[in-house]
């Protein structure tokens, strides 16, 4: 999978903003249908979503877009808009049941078929964010192998179950470690919540290399000025990409002479830690850092 380190919201029917995003070096870029646009000006995002994924630019940038949630009598106009454009994937909000994830997955196929364009090329990136959606994770996860990540929306999710938002994050610690702990399990990348506060780099610092050490792939961000420090966040460092290439090549030597554990500066290296070391490098690979 791409590397998707910092997915970034911009408003769909802000045209101004979403050509700077185009200039900003993001993973992603998601034009929002949903909660970034007023209720009066859901027909204009849906023009100028379809406009700007047509006419734009985007560099490396994976071009996504954000329908609004299934239910909300909006989602089939959004899904229609989004994909006249020919997004590399689309962003589907506030899912609760596996039927959800598989009717976008058929409408998106469809879509496919009719425009004459490669089957299963469209990805989808699913949002989890209540706490039905939460419990049926397993379900959601594995509704269609478009999916390729899910994310986590904190604001929501503690809404629906009435907890209070703090800055240590205990009220939305289980959630966060589920849906790290389901897509580990189903081979898909965990997209982080928004740090709402896009004038406090420190507190976002902290939050994003609190979900890096969680296992999470990468971050919503909601400002253009959180892109950096939430991509190297999620970037190994140096440090990390040569002590995994030591690992590596020591077990290669060791598994040679039939060592499958041995030691390297002191410590212990088993199968955990080479696989551990390989993800690093992974991961480095993706984000351009390591070839």
């Known amino acids: 999978m791409r590397a998707r380190r910092a997915l970034l919201y911009m408003p769909g029917d802000d045209m101004k903003k979403i050509k700077k995003a185009t200039t900003l070096d993001v993973d992603c870029v998601c034009l929002d249908i949903e909660d970034g646009v007023a209720a009066n000006r859901k027909k204009e995002a849906r023009l100028t979503v379809s406009e700007a994924l047509k006419t734009m630019d985007f560099g490396r940038s994976e071009r996504l877009?954000?329908?609004?949630?299934?239910?909300?009598?909006?989602?089939?106009?959004?899904?229609h808009a989004a994909l006249a454009g020919h997004p590399d994937g689309i962003v589907v909000p506030k899912v609760e049941d596996a039927w959800q994830v598989r009717w976008v997955c058929e409408q998106i196929s469809e879509?496919?078929?009719?425009?004459?364009?490669p089957a299963g090329e469209i990805r989808a990136i699913v949002q989890a964010e209540t706490a039905r959606g939460i419990i049926n994770l397993p379900a959601i996860c594995s509704a269609d192998p478009r999916?390729?990540?899910?994310?986590?929306g904190a604001e929501d999710f503690t809404n629906d179950i009435g907890a209070i938002r703090t800055h240590d994050?205990?009220?939305?610690?289980?959630?966060?470690?589920?849906?790290?702990t389901h897509c580990a399990a189903f081979g898909l990348q965990a997209i982080d919540m928004v740090y709402v506060n896009f004038h406090d780099n420190e507190g976002l610092l902290f939050e994003a290399n609190q979900g890096a050490s969680m296992g999470f792939d990468g971050k919503q961000i909601?400002?253009?000025?959180?892109?950096?420090?939430?991509?190297?966040?999620f970037t190994p460092?140096?440090?990390?990409?040569t002590y995994a290439l030591r690992v590596m090549a020591a077990d290669a030597q060791h598994q040679q002479r039939g060592f499958g554990t041995f030691a390297?500066?002191?410590?212990m290296v088993d199968a955990p830690v080479v696989k551990a070391a390989a993800r690093v490098l992974a991961r480095a690979h993706a984000?351009?850092?390591?070839?």
């Open 237 to 241: 460092s140096n440090d990390a990409i």
């Open 264 to 267: 390297l500066d002191g410590r």
């Open 222 to 233: 909601i400002h253009p000025n959180q892109v950096n420090t939430v991509q190297e966040a």
């Open 169 to 180: 994050g205990w009220e939305v610690f289980y959630a966060r470690s589920a849906i790290v």
């Open 65 to 79: 877009a954000r329908i609004n949630a299934i239910g909300s009598g909006l989602e089939n106009e959004d899904l």
């Open 111 to 117: 879509f496919e078929r009719e425009s004459g364009w």
């Open 287 to 291: 984000a351009g850092k390591f070839v």
């Open 147 to 152: 999916v390729e990540a899910i994310i986590f």
